[in-house]
């Protein structure tokens, strides 16, 4: 029995190429907290978009799957919740212990806070000013 169509992560929600990792950590903004460091950036798709970064500093492959199937799970579960429109590099802190409901909670307070961060610059922008939305 397969999950209902509105609980996948279909690949069109993620985070593939290192290029997109690599313009959302390099051109967005950050924040975090004691379990994970997120950084985000529009991206003009009206749906957010999520990438895992998960070092060795995490443990061995065991350890590191497992994390990133609880953050996983996380996006997949409150994707609703989140900001349309931001892409999402995720890090969890080294030596942060993460659980699925702790997970939930960070993505949604963290995201929340980013989307404020890119409304206070919308509204802050000068004229004739172009914003990566914009662009």
Same mark, same amino acid.
């Given at each position: 029995?397969?999950a209902?169509?509105r609980? $996948?992560?279909?690949s !069109?929600? &993620?985070?593939r &190429? $290192?290029?997109e990792f690599?313009r /959302?950590?390099?051109h967005?903004r !950050?924040?975090? *907290?004691?379990? %994970?460091? =997120?950084? +985000?950036l529009?991206n003009n %798709?009206? !749906?957010p978009?999520?990438g %895992?970064v /998960?070092?060795r500093?995490?443990?061995?492959?065991?350890?590191?799957? &497992?994390?990133k199937? =609880?953050l996983?799970? +996380?996006f997949?579960?409150? &994707? #609703?919740? %989140?900001?349309?429109g931001l *892409?999402f +590099?995720c890090?969890?802190?080294?030596g @942060?212990?993460?659980?699925?409901q #702790?997970?939930i909670?960070s993505?949604a307070s963290?995201?929340?806070?980013l @989307? $404020?961060?890119?409304a206070n610059?919308?509204?802050? *922008? $000068?004229p004739g000013?172009v !914003?990566p939305t914009d662009?």
């Amino acid at each position: 029995m397969s999950a209902p169509r509105r609980f $996948r992560f279909p690949s !069109h929600l &993620r985070l593939r &190429r $290192r290029s997109e990792f690599q313009r /959302v950590m390099d051109h967005g903004r !950050h924040a975090g *907290d004691q379990r %994970l460091q =997120i950084w +985000a950036l529009p991206n003009n %798709l009206g !749906h957010p978009r999520l990438g %895992l970064v /998960v070092g060795r500093q995490h443990g061995n492959a065991l350890r590191r799957h &497992r994390i990133k199937r =609880i953050l996983r799970e +996380a996006f997949r579960l409150s &994707r #609703e919740d %989140l900001p349309a429109g931001l *892409d999402f +590099a995720c890090a969890p802190r080294a030596g @942060a212990t993460i659980e699925l409901q #702790e997970a939930i909670e960070s993505l949604a307070s963290i995201a929340r806070r980013l @989307a $404020r961060k890119f409304a206070n610059d919308r509204h802050e *922008d $000068r004229p004739g000013e172009v !914003h990566p939305t914009d662009a």
